[in-house]
């Protein structure tokens, strides 16, 4: 458009096209046309503003699927579908294409994408298949039974599904947890209340005193793929989420009100890039301050209302990726030290860890030392010293599934790795523990790990699934960890055990204290005669310090509150946590069966060379 026609535009009309637009509020028609007329941007640049990553991805058109046939072991190919395969992908062909050939019949062919289609003439023609009850979309999985390619197991975004008449009807089997978790975050609450945003479903929270059987504490707060939360601590009803490429909202859920808080660029300026899963941080100093991730870093000093750049670009301006369909040269984690309000370091999906000293005013590069051109999945800024951070790094799209984990002491100039005795695989998230410094915790792409010597040695949690954890976070005040994994929901881990470990670790015996057991008159008995006796059970955490020790015989002694053993047990145990249950049974030889009554009791827990004692409670 000319300067002249645009010139001539109806103010009104104008006005509308800013505002159905989403252009900041700042921008008038009168004030687009006084900027025209200074020369600071041309018409054509109103038209350049438009379109989001959202809007590039799911808009583009997609060509395909396509289904190739091979009669000769992959020497010559053949496309075998006779008509477009419309609407089987909305966006990039990558996230599926899964096909499946029946094991007794290659006529018979599934493909997976958005929804699931079946041929029964070797890919010429197709039917949608999972649609006659309520099965989720985005498949990915199948495994169809030699023995009968009726019965067959669909894996998709849903969960798992189970059909015997060949995908035309499914049953859920929406008996385990297998929420995919990007992240998670803590409210100050009593009981405090856990956030998250998971894959495909949205943002939802619920009571840290849940369990997988009970769906009735979570609520979804918002829809889309959930990315990060921030919570009020002081007013945990305000809310900061939204969902991907950087579409975040202020929820005030007292009054329902959703405001959209994602920062614009000017006109004629250039787009904001934001990651798929962008990160937003609350400040440690004031819950008012945010901080918000494209390839430049932005703050908002009044809770999202407005936002200033606080640095340059920060990533490697690559261009060339830059055209993809999705984002790339973002940043992908921001730290703000809780220890000192202008330390700030954040990582880039290419390779970059920077930091800023000063609030912003400088920033420089301190990753130069680490591996190049990798994504920085987190950067962890110590509560202990500001000088101290932690570095996790991955190199999924060089098809490279290294082990890339480091700390740093002097603000980034130097780096070590501490990987340790960890296992090879993608690190996705590492926070250090607020109360004992040397005490690590980290998330790969197949288990969660536990460190106590900053690094050196690691132990894998084996109560959580071997599954990607994605992100952690410590209650301060509950000294919980809650993991979020993407693929088995949410945990939380009672950090007191490894507290009580932490300085004792070299100790040939440390026991952990145990819960209190809830006493009841109904021990012992059977309420009908297929119903299992009703008894007791308390479950002991102990630790070994010997790196030897594989098959440690532990004796247990069970004193009464006048110092009289009541009982004695025996167990094995290996270097590391152990556990041992007990049914509080003190039956004598009499047969008479008997259990621990009300009181206090002393646990004694020995081993050849040490012994260690805790108290346990009947209540």
């Known amino acids: ?46 038209a350049q503003y438009l379109g989001d990553a959202n809007e590039a991805l799911f808009d583009t058109e997609v060509t395909g699927a396509e289904l190739y046939r091979s009669s000769d072991g992959g020497s010559s190919w053949e496309k075998v579908n006779s008509y477009d395969l419309d609407n089987l992908y909305y966006t990039y062909g990558y996230y599926f294409g899964e096909v499946r050939v029946s094991p007794t019949d290659p006529e018979v062919v599934y493909i997976m994408g958005v929804p699931m289609l079946k041929s029964t003439d070797g890919g010429k023609t197709w039917e949608p298949k999972a649609e006659n009850q309520p099965v989720h979309v985005d498949h990915h999985a199948m495994w169809i039974d030699p023995g009968d390619p009726q019965h067959m197991l669909l894996g998709n975004d849903g969960g798992l599904y189970e059909s015997h008449d060949g995908g035309t009807n499914f049953i859920h089997h929406n008996v385990a947890p297998v929420g995919q978790f990007y992240t998670v ?30 769906d009735t504490h979570w609520e979804r707060i918002m829809g889309g793929d959930g990315m990060h939360v921030a919570i009020d601590p002081e007013n945990s009803n305000l809310i900061y989420t ?100 202008n330390v700030i370091w954040m990582g880039t999906d290419d390779g970059n860890i920077q930091l800023t000293r000063d609030g912003g005013s400088s920033w420089e590069l301190v990753s130069e030392n680490l591996p190049q051109d990798r994504w920085v999945s987190e950067v962890h800024a110590s509560v202990h010293d500001p000088a101290t951070a932690y570095a996790s790094l991955n190199g999924y799209r060089f098809d490279e599934f290294k082990t890339y984990i480091y700390k740093t002491t002097d603000y980034g100039q130097t780096w070590k790795p501490i990987k340790g005795n960890m296992p090879e695989d993608v690190v996705n998230i590492i ?41 952690m976070v410590v209650h301060p005040r509950e000294l919980d960890l809650v993991v979020g994994t993407h693929g088995r929901s949410i945990f939380v881990m009672d950090l007191e055990p490894l507290h009580t470990v932490a300085d004792r670790r070299d100790e040939a015996i440390v026991a952990a204290k ?33 790196t030897e020790a594989s098959n440690e015989t532990v004796s247990i002694q069970i004193l009464n509150s006048d110092g009289e053993v009541v009982t004695d047990l025996e167990t094995k145990g290996r270097y590391g946590f152990n556990t041992i249950s007990w049914n509080l049974d003190i039956s004598d030889e009499d047969g008479e069966t008997k259990y621990l009554g009300k009181g206090k009791y002393t646990l004694i827990f020995k081993t050849d060379n040490q012994q260690d004692e805790v108290q346990l409670s009947v209540e």
């Open 242 to 341: 939204g969902f991907q490429f950087g579409n975040y909202f202020r929820i005030n859920q007292q009054v329902d009100e959703f405001n959209r808080i994602t920062p614009k660029h000017d006109i004629a300026d250039e787009h904001y890039r934001f990651n798929w899963n962008t990160p937003l941080n609350m400040s440690h100093h004031n819950s008012d301050i945010l901080y918000m991730g494209a390839q430049k870093l932005m703050r908002s000093m009044d809770r999202g209302e407005t936002w200033t750049e606080i640095s340059p670009d920060l990533t490697n301006e690559d261009s060339a990726q830059q055209e993809g369909n999705v984002p790339y040269s973002t940043i992908t984690t921001i730290a703000e030290s809780p220890l000192q309000f």
């Open 514 to 546: 145990p819960d209190p057991v809830q006493f009841s008159e109904n021990w012992g008995e059977q309420e009908a005669p297929y119903r299992e006796v009703y008894e007791p059970s308390s479950k002991w955490l102990y630790w070994i310090g010997d």
């Open 431 to 471: 926070v250090q523990d607020p109360k004992v410094p040397d005490l690590l915790y980290a998330g790969q792409d197949n288990g969660t790990f536990v460190s106590f010597d900053d690094g050196e040695n690691w132990h894998l949690v084996n109560e959580i699934p071997n599954v990607a954890s994605y992100d």
């Open 185 to 214: 975050n803590v409210d100050m609450e009593e009981p405090y209340n856990i956030y998250g945003g998971l894959q495909d479903n949205g943002v939802f929270s619920g009571s840290s005193q849940g369990s997988p059987n009970d």
């Open 1 to 46: 458009m000319s300067e002249e026609k645009f010139f001539n535009l109806d103010n009104d009309a104008l006005n509308q096209f800013l505002k159905e637009n989403g252009f900041p509020e700042k921008y008038s028609a009168q004030r687009v046309k006084n900027e025209v007329q200074s020369g600071l941007y041309d018409p054509q640049a109103l």
